[in-house]
């Protein structure tokens, strides 16, 4: 069974352009969760999809965040523009029922 | 309201003593915990969990967790450290109300040879 990949691995911007993170889930997981970790502080929670649905987008910082989850499959994060506050790991998971599955996560610099 | 206290930031432990990692959550409700490790450059892998089952919950590569309801904890151990255990360590609370994973900040595992 294939985990939870993320595209990139690494990403380098510069301050306002866009980027846009993409995670795959394990198949069959209806939960989607996006984390990020800004350098050196803690695992902060992003938003989490059900299926296609937005369950819970309370930790999304600002509306230069958009993420979106086509049927219910893949989801994507867009940062727009981006600014040097953004620069960070940003984690995708995904879940059946109990525990949570962690991609390899995204490196985001903003220059 | 939900919270997950890690105690040590860092923990250095010479090769082949025990390894402690303390955490301690706060829950209006029955939570589901977990502990997660990411060695240098890798994903967060799943190391153990809790569910209301048994209190004391084996994970992989000899660690070890116990829920005590009454001390609000769920400290990670290990009876033998490794070098291949250098890593950091979440411990991370699920709510089943808000359906959300609460992660700790985190302890930095030193493995000293």
């Known amino acids: 069974e294939a985990g939870v990949t993320q595209f990139p691995s690494h990403s380098v911007i510069e301050k306002g352009q866009t980027v846009t993170l993409r995670c795959d889930p394990i198949?069959?997981?209806?939960?989607l969760y996006w984390y990020r970790r800004v350098m050196g502080k803690e695992i902060k929670f992003l938003l989490h999809f059900v299926k296609e649905s937005k369950q819970d987008e309370s930790g999304m910082p600002n509306n230069r965040f958009l993420a979106e989850r086509t049927g219910g499959t893949y989801s994507t994060l867009k940062v727009q523009p981006a600014e040097l506050e953004d620069s960070g790991v940003y984690f995708c998971?995904?879940?059946?029922?109990?525990?949570?599955?962690f991609g390899q996560g995204t490196r985001l610099t903003v220059v | 309201a939900q919270s997950v206290t890690q105690l040590d930031s860092h923990v250095s432990v010479s090769e082949g003593t025990p390894v402690l990692l303390r955490c301690n959550y706060s829950s209006s409700y029955s939570p589901s915990l977990f502990w997660y490790v990411q060695h240098p450059n890798k994903g967060l892998q799943l190391l153990l969990k809790?569910?209301?089952?048994?209190?004391l919950v084996k994970g992989i590569n000899g660690f070890e967790a116990e829920f005590k309801k009454s001390e609000t904890s769920f400290h990670l151990t290990k009876p033998s450290a490794h070098m291949s255990d250098a890593a950091e360590y979440f411990c991370v609370v699920r709510m089943y109300t808000g359906n959300q994973f609460y992660f700790g900040t985190g302890t930095s595992l030193t493995v000293i040879p």
């Open positions: 998971a995904s879940s059946r029922q109990t525990e949570a599955f």
């Open positions: 809790y569910t209301s089952a048994a209190t």
């Open positions: 198949s069959g997981h209806d939960n």
